[in-house]
């Protein structure tokens, strides 16, 4: 898969998995892993950039004796999510046109 579009496809799966609640990176691997295989290393990468691009935001808090930090979505990461699925929905006509071309090919 092109490195680009991945990169694009993962950051809306982490903004996805803060869209309700508020989580913290190892819960966001989990709630991922049934859909998407991250590792902490291409996950924390993403969360810093998302912050950078005010998609999410983040604060510490205890949680026994240790700071962890909470990343909470935004309404530009709310916006991101949607314009990810109106754009999802080309690529699928798309991926159909394509598919329909090899099928008569």
């Known amino acids: ?3 680009q579009l991945k990169r694009g ?3 809306v799966c982490v903004l996805a998995a803060i869209k309700n609640k508020d989580s913290y990176g190892y819960q966001i691997i989990k ?11 291409t996950l924390y990468p993403i969360l810093r950039r998302l912050e950078a691009s005010a998609l999410l935001t983040v604060r510490s808090a205890e949680h026994n004796g240790r700071l962890r ?5 935004t309404e530009k990461g ?6 990810f699925q109106e754009e999802w929905k080309q690529i699928l006509a798309i991926y159909d046109f394509v ?6 090919g």
């Open 99 to 104: 598919a329909k071309e090899e099928d008569n």
């Open 31 to 41: 709630d991922m892993k049934p859909f998407v295989e991250i590792s902490e290393s």
């Open 69 to 73: 930090k909470y990343y909470r979505i």
């Open 9 to 11: 496809l993962l950051d």
């Open 78 to 83: 709310l916006a991101r999510i949607a314009e």
């Open 1 to 3: 898969m092109d490195i």
